[in-house]
């Protein structure tokens, strides 16, 4: 396998490099790569992510972190600097098991249908993400698309939409609570986290995934380039983030009413 797009083409060399000299591996360790790099939005700076999946039966050596299954190592292979991270495959498979058998119409937390003991919601969708956007290694490609087959997408998006979404309607609160303790900088601070929650779960609407607040204006900005209605909210989303309108009150106050325009417009 070779990837075509001039942006990846970075990446060749590492799908036929073989890794077992710099990294902990055996013959069934699922191995893919992810990231910003991957995801055509780092920088000179950023590092390519790479994941081995492993059985829990594996024997493994010491790690230069060790966070029980999951553990880390951090290398230079081909002149870039790698993030190696291991996880138990199962980890992933017992993900996209949970997700694929969602149901929409109770009404559980959606944090709740992400449960797996050791860890929490956050890192259990973020390894999604980074496999949804992956690219896998030659030496599991066959066991990398079986697995990737077997998602349910529109729950992915669906489940994540919803975390977003939940998210906005906690942090509403934050902000009146200190708009009336007249703590405005703090309400301003939590309005723009109450605004970037907004667009993220825009962005899963719209079948985006995304793992990193970080990167919310950057992929919108790309969705804009195809959506008029995305262009305009992006537009007014970068205005209100990151310049001063108004007084705090009032800047406080029309932050909270694009957040609620976002969410109110979104289809769950």
């Known amino acids: 396998m070779k990837v075509e797009d001039s942006n990846l083409k970075f990446l060749n060399p590492f799908l036929e490099y073989d890794f077992h000299e710099k990294l902990t591996l055996k013959k069934d360790d699922l191995i893919f790569f992810s990231g910003s790099l991957v995801e055509c939005i780092g920088n000179a700076r950023s590092d390519l992510d790479i994941f081995v999946l492993y059985s829990k039966a594996s024997d493994r050596k010491t790690y230069d972190y060790d966070f029980g299954e999951l553990k880390t190592e951090f290398k230079r292979v081909l002149e870039i600097n790698c993030d190696i ?22 009404d559980k937390r959606t944090i709740n249908h992400l449960m797996i003991k050791g860890y929490n919601f956050k890192q259990l969708s973020s390894l999604l993400h980074r496999f949804y956007v992956s690219v896998p290694h030659n030496q599991n490609t066959e066991m990398y698309l079986s697995i ?3 998602l349910n997408e529109s729950n992915y998006f669906r489940m994540m939409t919803r975390f977003y979404i939940n998210a906005v309607d906690n942090l509403y609160d934050d902000v009146i609570g200190t708009m009336e303790n007249n703590d405005l900088l703090t309400s301003l601070h939590i309005s723009k986290s109450m605004l970037v929650n907004s667009l993220m779960a825009l962005l899963f ?7 990193r607040e970080k990167w919310v204006f950057k992929k919108l900005e790309k969705l804009s380039s195809t ?4 262009e305009d909210i ?3 989303s970068i205005v209100h983030y990151f310049e001063r309108i108004g007084s705090l009150n009032e800047d406080i106050e029309d932050i909270v009413t694009l957040s609620n325009n976002i969410i109110e417009s979104i289809e769950t």
């Not at 609407?205 to 793992?211: L, P, Q």
């Open 234 to 236: 992006y537009v007014k």
């Open 85 to 106: 991270e291991y996880w138990p495959i199962e980890v992933l498979q017992n993900i996209i098991e949970q997700i694929n058998n969602i149901n929409f119409s109770n």
């Open 227 to 230: 959506d008029k209605r995305i």
């Open 205 to 211: 609407s719209k079948s985006v995934s995304i793992d």
């Open 148 to 150: 990737r087959e077997t």
